[in-house]
């Protein structure tokens, strides 16, 4: 990928890193099953939520590394990766009927193979891990319904934990092709039925990313912690236990919400795993790759493109697989789940009886003092002011924050479709969500936001750096908030002074109104890597 000049000083404006790394996109069209299976997880058993999985046809409840290389084939492009991608399924829940339906995949999945960092390392026999929090039904990191601060302010806002980081690497793109694409990763919630209705007639591509820096254990007791986030999710430095440089791993995974049985009808889509929020979406790898290979590949598969015809490596070894090919591959369902039918056409429950929780509730608490005086902060100053809503209705708001931004993306030049799955955008500060984009969390858990007209507390006259060097207070950014309107883009910062009485562990804050406003200007950007050919297809 070539840059200019201008290309990075834009990227420099918003607070982003350019990103020139080579990768490559594993297309896995078809699916090998959809059925109550988690071999991480629940290994051995059956799993208490459905997945749909792709990959190595050696897949099942006790799927360990020589069971995925010894399956007879896989439902992705490359014939060397036995690898076991799988994510939770997605449903309609009917409100008239209160029954489920299983939403359409398009496509299958993407599988990036992203080269960051130094001295990448193929992942070894028997290396496994996940990336999200079954659990997690709330959001810690400042207000879901707003876009991310600039990168480059996240370690001053304390942004830069793992639990942050993890909740900032799920992405559910509204997907419409007449239209400029959404950024990857920049709404961390799933908007509810009411706007995927009205702005998203292509579907809604979920997306994840996994941790890339690794301690060099096969895996750990609640298979996170031998990985880590780098501070940036996708790049930036490793913590430094954990220094070794694994492959960035990315899912995208895109559901017909649009479909035709789900037109005109009124209810909610669900996560398997009972959550309509999208805060507890998560994805499973299982490396099935001879490390050999896999490392020949992260070094000389660096064509720009990120197309597999593109490396010599994948197709001087056999030609890729079809997309009929793969399609064909299916894992072979135990015996123990004959009876269950995670695919049929309307369920009473979700598969596994599994109840619809909408929390809030997090699967990773904070574990000390420091971290709770912290998860306190971000929840209190997001960048909002408190608004707490207590309906438990899914239906769209009536009234937004005045902050949120009510207009549609600029269409595209052109007038065709752009191919099933969009592209992969990294630029998480080019995109504001919309007033009506609201997912089922906005409605049942506690949202906080400042008017964007409030007084401010402070003189008109005072500068950031005055209060800065106020006698006796301490003023600390708390966040900010970067919004963007056609080739502007406005960067808000909000302060806050803070006294800290550390003998008896009592902290008071006190909120002042937004400090002095920043425009800058500065042309749009984004990094487009384009899907190939076909309507349906990646």
């Given at each position: 990928m070539t840059m200019n000049s201008r290309t990075l000083a834009t990227l420099a404006i918003l607070g982003m890193s350019p990103v020139t790394e080579a990768f490559w996109r594993m297309e896995c069209r078809g699916s090998t099953g959809l059925a109550l299976i988690d071999p991480i997880m629940d290994f051995g058993e059956v799993s208490t939520h459905a997945h749909t999985s792709h990959g190595s046809s050696g897949f099942g409840i006790s799927a360990n590394y020589d069971d995925l290389m010894n399956g007879d084939c896989t439902s992705c492009a490359v014939k060397q990766d036995k690898s076991a991608y799988w994510t939770p399924a997605m449903y309609f829940l009917d409100s008239a009927t209160n029954e489920f339906s299983p939403v359409p995949q398009v496509g299958g999945m993407l599988a990036y193979y992203l080269l960051r960092g130094d001295n990448v390392t193929a992942y070894p026999p028997g290396f496994q891990m996940i990336a999200g929090s079954n659990y997690r039904r709330d959001y810690t990191v400042g207000d879901p319904y707003s876009p991310d601060p600039p990168q480059s302010n996240w370690a001053a806002l304390k942004q830069t934990g793992q639990s942050d980081l993890e909740q900032r690497a799920l992405g559910f793109n509204c997907l419409n092709y007449q239209k400029t694409p959404e950024a990857s990763l920049f709404r961390h919630y799933m908007p509810n039925k009411t706007f995927t209705d009205a702005n998203c007639p292509d579907g809604l591509r979920l997306e994840l990313m996994f941790p890339s820096c690794w301690n060099g254990e096969l895996d750990s007791a609640d298979h996170k912690s031998h990985v880590a986030y780098p501070d940036l999710v996708g790049n930036g430095n490793c913590p430094d236990t954990h220094t070794k440089r694994?492959?960035?791993?990315?899912?995208?995974?895109?559901w017909d919400t649009n479909a035709a049985?789900?037109?005109?009808?009124?209810?909610?889509?669900?996560?398997?795993?009972?959550?309509?929020?999208?805060?507890?979406?998560?994805?499973?790898?299982?490396?099935?790759?001879?490390?050999?290979?896999?490392?020949?590949?992260?070094?000389?598969?660096?064509?720009?493109?990120?197309?597999?015809?593109?490396?010599?490596?994948?197709?001087?070894?056999?030609?890729?697989?079809?997309?009929?090919?793969?399609?064909?591959?299916?894992?072979?369902?135990?015996?123990?789940?004959?009876?269950?039918?995670?695919?049929?056409?309307?369920?009473?429950?979700?598969?596994?009886?599994?109840?619809?929780?909408?929390?809030?509730?997090?699967?990773?608490?904070?574990?000390?003092?420091?971290?709770?005086?912290?998860?306190?902060?971000?929840?209190?100053?997001?960048?909002?002011?408190?608004?707490?809503?207590?309906?438990?209705?899914?239906?769209?708001?009536?009234?937004?924050?005045?902050?949120?931004?009510?207009?549609?993306?600029?269409?595209?030049?052109?007038?065709?479709?752009?191919?099933?799955?969009?592209?992969?955008?990294?630029?998480?500060?080019?995109?504001?969500?919309?007033?009506?984009?609201?997912?089922?969390?906005?409605?049942?858990?506690?949202?906080?936001?400042?008017?964007?007209?409030?007084?401010?507390?402070?003189?008109?006259?005072?500068?950031?750096?005055?209060?800065?060097?106020?006698?006796?207070?301490?003023?600390?950014?708390?966040?900010?908030?970067?919004?963007?309107?056609?080739?502007?883009?406005?960067?808000?910062?909000?302060?806050?002074?803070?006294?800290?009485?550390?003998?008896?562990?009592?902290?008071?804050?006190?909120?002042?109104?937004?400090?002095?406003?920043?425009?800058?200007?500065?042309?749009?950007?984004?990094?487009?890597?384009?899907?190939?050919?076909?309507?349906?297809?990646?």
């Amino acid at each position: 990928m070539t840059m200019n000049s201008r290309t990075l000083a834009t990227l420099a404006i918003l607070g982003m890193s350019p990103v020139t790394e080579a990768f490559w996109r594993m297309e896995c069209r078809g699916s090998t099953g959809l059925a109550l299976i988690d071999p991480i997880m629940d290994f051995g058993e059956v799993s208490t939520h459905a997945h749909t999985s792709h990959g190595s046809s050696g897949f099942g409840i006790s799927a360990n590394y020589d069971d995925l290389m010894n399956g007879d084939c896989t439902s992705c492009a490359v014939k060397q990766d036995k690898s076991a991608y799988w994510t939770p399924a997605m449903y309609f829940l009917d409100s008239a009927t209160n029954e489920f339906s299983p939403v359409p995949q398009v496509g299958g999945m993407l599988a990036y193979y992203l080269l960051r960092g130094d001295n990448v390392t193929a992942y070894p026999p028997g290396f496994q891990m996940i990336a999200g929090s079954n659990y997690r039904r709330d959001y810690t990191v400042g207000d879901p319904y707003s876009p991310d601060p600039p990168q480059s302010n996240w370690a001053a806002l304390k942004q830069t934990g793992q639990s942050d980081l993890e909740q900032r690497a799920l992405g559910f793109n509204c997907l419409n092709y007449q239209k400029t694409p959404e950024a990857s990763l920049f709404r961390h919630y799933m908007p509810n039925k009411t706007f995927t209705d009205a702005n998203c007639p292509d579907g809604l591509r979920l997306e994840l990313m996994f941790p890339s820096c690794w301690n060099g254990e096969l895996d750990s007791a609640d298979h996170k912690s031998h990985v880590a986030y780098p501070d940036l999710v996708g790049n930036g430095n490793c913590p430094d236990t954990h220094t070794k440089r694994l492959v960035t791993l990315f899912y995208e995974t895109i559901w017909d919400t649009n479909a035709a049985q789900f037109q005109g009808k009124s209810g909610s889509f669900v996560i398997s795993n009972g959550d309509r929020t999208g805060f507890g979406y998560h994805g499973d790898f299982m490396a099935g790759w001879d490390p050999a290979f896999l490392q020949e590949a992260i070094e000389t598969c660096t064509n720009e493109s990120g197309e597999l015809s593109d490396c010599g490596l994948f197709t001087s070894n056999g030609p890729l697989l079809s997309e009929a090919e793969q399609g064909e591959c299916k894992f072979k369902t135990p015996p123990v789940l004959a009876a269950q039918n995670a695919a049929a056409k309307t369920l009473a429950q979700l598969p596994g009886n599994v109840q619809i929780q909408d929390g809030p509730q997090s699967a990773t608490p904070p574990s000390g003092p420091l971290d709770q005086l912290t998860s306190l902060i971000s929840d209190v100053f997001g960048g909002n002011a408190p608004a707490t809503t207590t309906t438990t209705s899914s239906s769209t708001p009536s009234s937004t924050p005045s902050t949120f931004s009510t207009s549609t993306p600029a269409a595209a030049t052109s007038s065709s479709k752009t191919p099933s799955g969009g592209a992969f955008i990294e630029n998480p500060s080019s995109s504001t969500p919309s007033a009506a984009d609201f997912g089922i969390a906005a409605v049942t858990s506690t949202t906080t936001s400042f008017s964007s007209t409030s007084t401010p507390i402070l003189p008109a006259t005072t500068s950031a750096s005055q209060a800065t060097s106020e006698p006796g207070v301490s003023y600390e950014v708390v966040s900010t908030q970067t919004i963007t309107r056609a080739d502007l883009v406005e960067e808000i910062v909000w302060m806050q002074p803070v006294v800290y009485v550390t003998e008896d562990s009592t902290t008071t804050v006190t909120i002042p109104g937004p400090a002095p406003q920043r425009v800058r200007k500065a042309r749009d950007h984004v990094l487009q890597h384009r899907h190939n050919h076909g309507r349906h297809g990646y």
